[in-house]
C-alpha cells in the first residue's frame, strides 16, 4: 500500500512557477513509476508527466515539453513536478499516482492516487 499526499499548489501570474510535491509513504517507493496528471473543470483527467523508478526515464504530454519538468528523489520518498511559464490553461487540480508497473501514460495503469493539489494560473 502506497500513500500518496501532494502539496505545493497555488495561485500563481502567468508566466510564474511552481514546484509541486508528491510525499509516499511505504518502504517500496523506489520500486513504482511515478506520474503527475491534472484535471480542469469540466474536463478528463489528463497524464502530465512520468518518471521510470529509477528516474531515468521520463515522458511528457506536449502540451507541457519544455516548460515542466518531473524528478524525483528515492531517499526522500518524493517526486517532484517543477513547472515555470505557466499558462492559464495550465489551471487545474494536479495528481500525483503510482504505478507497480514501468513508466507509462495511461491513467489506468497507476494503482495509487493522491487527493490532488489546486494549480490556478491567473493575474
Known amino acids: 500500500q502506497v500513500q500518496l499526499v501532494e502539496s505545493g499548489g497555488s495561485l500563481v501570474q502567468p508566466g510564474g512557477s511552481l514546484r509541486l510535491s508528491c510525499a509516499a509513504s511505504?518502504?517500496?517507493?523506489?520500486?513504482?513509476?511515478m506520474g503527475w496528471f491534472r484535471q480542469a473543470p469540466g474536463k478528463e483527467r489528463e497524464f502530465v508527466a512520468t518518471?521510470?523508478?529509477?528516474?531515468?526515464?521520463?515522458h511528457y504530454t506536449d502540451s507541457v515539453k519544455g516548460r515542466f519538468t518531473i524528478s524525483r528523489d528515492n531517499a526522500r520518498n518524493t517526486v517532484y513536478l517543477q513547472m515555470n511559464s505557466l499558462k492559464p490553461e495550465d489551471t487545474a487540480v494536479y495528481y500525483c499516482?503510482?504505478?507497480?508497473?514501468?513508466?507509462?501514460?495511461?491513467?489506468?495503469?497507476?494503482?495509487?492516487w493522491g487527493q490532488g493539489t489546486l494549480v490556478t494560473v491567473s493575474s
Open positions: 499516482a503510482a504505478s507497480r508497473g514501468p513508466a507509462t501514460i495511461a491513467t489506468a495503469a497507476y494503482d495509487y
Open positions: 511505504g518502504r517500496t517507493f523506489s520500486s513504482y513509476a
Open positions: 518518471i521510470s523508478w529509477s528516474g531515468g526515464s521520463t
